[in-house]
């Protein structure tokens, strides 16, 4: 697919069939994505691919810590509190969805399933977990290589007819991932990528994301033109 073609195509996958995704096309993403550029080439990122009893062991401990009023716990300091713009295109992009699958705004039972969809990794096959090692905190320029990384990830997934959602929700109980996935305590855990072949009936995947135009988000400074 051609590249241009290939990121405009690309979106969050929140619905997937009940099919595996062979270990061998997880590699051969994992493969394609290491060419990530990453600063002074350190590539500090960590891949922890999980399926199966492990990974619906995370979906039941994220669900029933959430339920139970456990506080969702990040490995990282980080705040969510967005405001103006930003808010306002959170909020959008919510609307987008909930109207999609008919959810209404007063319909608290639907939306909390929503959520607890999300918690479960919208119950995708794969979860690819990624983290980068603990010294490195404050880690800043690392959590950015490791958003160059996991770019290439669904881009390469999508090339090969595989969905993707990159989602916090899933690692929002990073104590219950981490005892599952058996990840060491030298690691932070960043992000995780909910992945497996898309349910094209599954209506929230119709859902088209917005952007601004690239006039608003850039100046050019000492152009002739
Ligand atoms: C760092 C990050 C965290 C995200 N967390 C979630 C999440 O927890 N739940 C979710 O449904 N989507 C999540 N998303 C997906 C975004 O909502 C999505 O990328 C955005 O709305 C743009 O839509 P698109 O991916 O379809 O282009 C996340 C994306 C990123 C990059």
């Known amino acids: 697919m051609e590249f241009s073609t290939l990121i405009r195509e690309r979106k969050s996958i929140r619905g997937y069939l009940p099919k595996p995704v062979p270990r061998q096309v997880i590699e051969e993403i994992i493969e394609v994505a290491r060419w990530a550029p990453s600063s ?64 209404a705004r007063d319909d608290k039972e639907r939306r909390t399933d929503w959520v607890m969809r999300g918690f479960r990794q919208f119950d995708a096959p794969v979860s690819l977990v990624l983290t980068y090692d603990k010294y490195l905190e404050p880690a800043a320029i690392s959590q950015f290589d490791l958003g160059a990384f996991s770019h290439a ?69 000492g152009f002739d033109d």
């Open 40 to 103: 002074m080439n350190t590539q500090p990122w960590h891949v922890h691919a999980v399926t199966g009893e492990v990974l619906d062991r995370i979906r039941k401990g994220n669900t029933d810590n959430m339920l139970a009023g456990v506080p969702p716990k990040r490995d990282f300091p980080m705040s969510e509190a967005y405001a103006g713009v930003h808010r306002k295109r959170q909020v959008d992009i919510a609307i987008q969805l909930f109207e999609a699958m008919g959810i």
């Open 153 to 221: 990830i669904v881009l390469a997934a999508w090339e090969r007819g595989l969905g993707c959602v990159i989602n916090g929700q899933g690692i929002m109980q990073s104590s219950v991932v981490r005892a599952q996935a058996g990840i060491p305590d030298d690691q932070n855990i960043m992000i995780c990528i909910a992945m497996g072949y898309p349910d094209e009936q599954f209506v929230a995947n119709s859902v088209k994301s917005v952007r601004e135009s690239a006039t608003d988000l850039v100046r050019y400074v």
